[in-house]
C-alpha cells in the first residue's frame, strides 16, 4: 500500500468506489422509497434463482453475503449541463478509479433522439460500478431558447470549494487518505448528486417540456446533477419484471405465479442445457471454472418450480414488499434489448419516472410550486460483448424486433407469449450458446490452456493450432467477456418511454455534428473504446493459451500478427489510465 507524504496510507480507488456507491444508493433510497422497495422484490427474485440453481445443481449454495453481491452492482445516470462541469464530473470518477468509455451520440439515434452527447465512467480493470454521464449540447436549439439555457445554468455552482480543493489533491498526490476520501464521499453525497426538488426559471422549464425538451428542462433549471436513477442488477430480468408489476398492483396472484412458472422454466431449460456452466460463470463472479465442473447436475420438474413461484409470491405478499402509500407511475411495460434467449450485450427495463414536487425560486424572490417527472427504476442484466460483426448483426435483428413493436403496440398487453416468441424470431440468427457465439465471430472471449492440454503438449501430442478447435478437444477453454457497456437506443429508449417523450428534434437552423474528439477536448482526456480493450483481452489470452501449448510458431504470420496488434492497443489504452498490463 502506497502512502502520502505524512506516512498516511492511501486509500484503495476501488474500495472507495465500492464505498461511494453503497452510500449513493443509501441517499437514493432515503430520496425515492421505491427504489428500496424495488431493490428488496429484485434481491427475492435473485435468491429465487439461486434456490432453482440449488435444485439444479445439488451442491450449488449462495450465501446471503453472495446473493447481496449478484444483486449490488450499481449502474447510475447523470444530466450535466456545461462543459466546465463535465470535465469536473471526469476528475471527480477518476478519484474512484473510472474512466470516462465510449462516445454515445444521443442526437444521432433516430426517432429517440435527445440534445445529448454522452460518455460512461467506468473502472476499466473492475468494471462493477458505471455512471452514464450525459452532457446537454446547448447548440441544438435555435439561437434565443440557447442563450435562456445557458443564462440559466451559468449561475450555478455544482461543485463547491471542498469538493475541488480533494479532486485536486488526489490528482496531486495519486489518492486521498480514508480520513480525505470520506469527506468526498459525502460531498458527493449531500451536495453534487443529492436531489433538493428546488429549481429555478419556471418559465424556461415549461417552455422546454412544452416544446418536448423535458431533458433538457431536468437539466437546466435544478442545481445538482440528481441521479435519474440507480440500477441494480438482476440475474433474471423477466422474473424481476413480473415481480415488480405484482407488488405495484399491476398484476394479480394467479397472473404473477403463472408468469413466474414460466419465466424459472425456461430458465431451469437453459441452465440444464448449458453443460459448461457459462450462465454461472457470468453471473457470479465467486466461482471459478472447477468450483462448476465439481456440481452435481439434477433435473427440475414442473412441481417442483411452481412451488418456487409460489414461494415468491407468498413473500411478495410480505408487508415488505407492500407499496401502500407510495406513490408510482407503474412499470414501463416493454424490455429493451435482444430477446430473452439471446445472450447478447445487455437487457434494460424499469418502472416509470415519478412525479415529485419541486419548488421554482425564482429571480424577483418569488416561489413557484409546481412538479417534474424525471427520476425512474431502472434494472438491467448484462450478457456477452459482440464483436463487430456481432454489433452489425444485433443492430438487423433489433430493428427487425422493433418492427415487430410498431406493427402491432397493443401485442405486448394483449398476448404476452406470442409477442415473445415475435421478438425471439427476431434474433434467431444469432447462435444461443457462448462456444457458438465465439466461433461465428460474434461475442468475444477469455481463453486459456486446460491442464488436458498441457499434459498432451507435455507428451508429445501434435496439437492444432486453431484456438477454437483446441478448445472442441478439451485442450484449452474460453469463457464469454462480458458486456460492460451500453447501448445509445437502449438508453435512449430507456429515457423516452419513462419521460413518455419518444424523441427530439433540432432547433437549429443547422444540426450540429458531434464527434468523440469533441466529447474528449470537453474532458481533458481520451476516452477509452471499450471494442479495443474486449479484442485486446480474446487476443492476449489467445496467444497465450498457443504459447503455452507449444503451437504459437505454426499460426499464420497475419493472424499473429492481427492479435499482436490488438494487444499492444489494449496496453496502450491501460497505460493512458495509469494501469499497468498483467
Request: hydrophobic share 40%; net charge negative.
Amino acid at each position: 500500500m502506497t502512502s502520502l507524504a505524512s506516512g498516511t496510507p492511501i486509500a484503495s480507488k476501488l474500495d472507495m468506489q465500492h464505498r461511494l456507491f453503497a452510500e449513493l444508493s443509501a441517499m437514493f433510497g432515503r430520496e425515492v422509497p421505491l427504489y428500496d422497495k424495488s431493490l428488496l422484490v429484485n434481491r427475492a427474485c435473485n435468491a429465487t434463482v439461486c434456490a432453482l440453481l440449488g435444485r439444479i445443481h445439488p451442491g450449488f449454495r449462495a450465501s446471503d453475503a453472495e446473493i447481496d453481491r449478484a444483486s449490488g452492482e450499481r449502474h447510475g445516470a447523470i444530466r450535466i449541463g456545461r462543459a466546465d462541469e463535465y470535465r469536473w464530473v471526469c476528475r471527480l470518477f477518476a478519484c474512484f478509479a473510472m474512466e470516462p468509455h465510449d462516445f454515445y451520440d444521443m442526437t444521432a439515434v433516430g426517432a429517440k433522439s435527445q440534445p445529448m452527447i454522452a460518455t460512461a465512467f467506468r473502472s476499466v480493470v473492475d468494471p462493477e460500478h458505471r455512471v452514464f454521464a450525459s452532457l446537454l449540447m446547448t447548440d441544438y436549439f435555435e439561437a434565443g431558447m440557447r442563450g435562456r439555457i445557458e443564462a440559466a445554468l451559468a449561475g450555478r455552482t455544482i461543485f463547491g470549494e471542498r469538493a475541488r480543493q480533494l479532486i485536486e489533491r488526489s490528482e496531486r498526490n495519486g489518492g486521498l487518505a480514508w480520513s480525505e476520501a470520506s469527506e468526498l464521499i459525502s460531498e458527493c453525497t449531500s451536495r453534487i448528486f443529492k436531489w433538493t426538488g428546488e429549481a429555478h426559471d419556471h418559465a424556461l422549464y415549461r417552455d422546454l417540456v412544452d416544446g418536448g425538451f423535458k431533458i433538457a428542462a431536468d437539466i437546466a433549471c435544478f442545481d445538482s446533477l440528481h441521479l435519474n436513477h440507480l440500477t441494480p442488477n438482476t440475474l433474471c430480468m423477466d422474473l424481476y419484471t413480473a415481480a415488480m408489476k405484482r407488488c405495484l398492483g399491476e398484476v394479480d396472484r394467479g397472473w404473477f405465479e403463472s408468469r413466474a412458472c414460466a419465466v424459472l422454466g425456461r430458465l431451469a431449460h437453459r441452465l440444464w442445457a448449458d453443460s459448461r456452466g457459462d450462465w454461472m460463470l457470468l453471473h457470479f463472479k465467486q466461482l471459478s471454472t472447477a468450483d462448476i465442473a465439481a456440481l452435481s447436475r439434477a433435473q427440475i420438474d414442473g412441481p417442483e418450480i411452481a412451488g418456487l413461484a409460489r414461494a415468491l409470491a407468498d413473500e411478495l405478499d410480505g408487508d415488505k414488499f407492500s407499496l401502500e402509500g407510495i406513490v408510482h407511475a407503474g412499470s414501463k411495460g416493454l424490455t429493451e434489448g435482444p430477446s430473452e434467449d439471446t445472450p447478447v450485450f445487455l437487457r434494460q427495463d424499469a418502472y416509470r419516472a415519478l412525479t415529485e414536487p419541486v419548488a421554482f425560486r425564482e429571480s424577483d424572490g418569488s416561489v413557484v410550486h409546481a412538479t417534474h417527472t424525471a427520476r425512474f427504476g431502472e434494472i438491467e442484466e448484462r450478457f456477452y460483448a459482440c464483436t463487430p460483426a456481432g454489433r452489425r448483426l444485433y443492430d438487423a435483428c433489433l430493428l427487425r424486433a422493433d418492427e415487430i413493436r410498431e406493427r402491432d403496440p397493443e401485442l405486448p398487453k394483449q398476448d404476452p407469449a406470442q409477442y415473445e416468441a415475435a421478438y425471439a424470431a427476431a434474433f434467431l440468427p444469432f447462435p444461443k450458446s457462448v462456444p457458438e457465439l465465439v466461433a461465428a465471430g460474434l461475442c468475444h472471449a477469455r481463453f486459456r490452456a486446460t491442464d488436458a492440454g498441457i499434459a498432451a503438449r507435455d507428451a508429445g501430442v501434435e496439437l492444432p493450432c486453431d484456438a477454437m478447435e483446441l478448445v472442441r478437444r478439451g485442450f484449452a477453454a474460453l469463457e464469454g467477456l462480458r458486456y460492460e457497456d451500453f447501448l445509445p437506443v437502449s438508453a435512449a429508449g430507456i429515457f423516452a418511454s419513462n419521460l413518455q417523450q419518444y424523441g427530439t428534434r433540432s432547433t437549429a437552423s443547422v444540426k450540429p455534428a458531434y464527434s468523440r474528439a469533441l466529447i474528449e477536448e470537453i474532458l481533458g482526456k481520451s476516452v477509452v473504446e471499450p471494442a479495443l480493450v474486449y479484442a485486446g483481452i480474446e487476443a492476449e489470452t489467445r496467444l497465450e493459451t498457443l504459447d503455452r501449448l507449444g503451437v504459437l510458431a505454426r499460426i499464420d504470420a497475419g493472424e499473429r500478427t492481427e492479435y499482436e496488434r490488438r494487444v499492444a492497443a489494449l496496453r496502450a489504452v491501460l497505460a493512458s489510465c495509469g494501469i499497468k498490463a498483467g
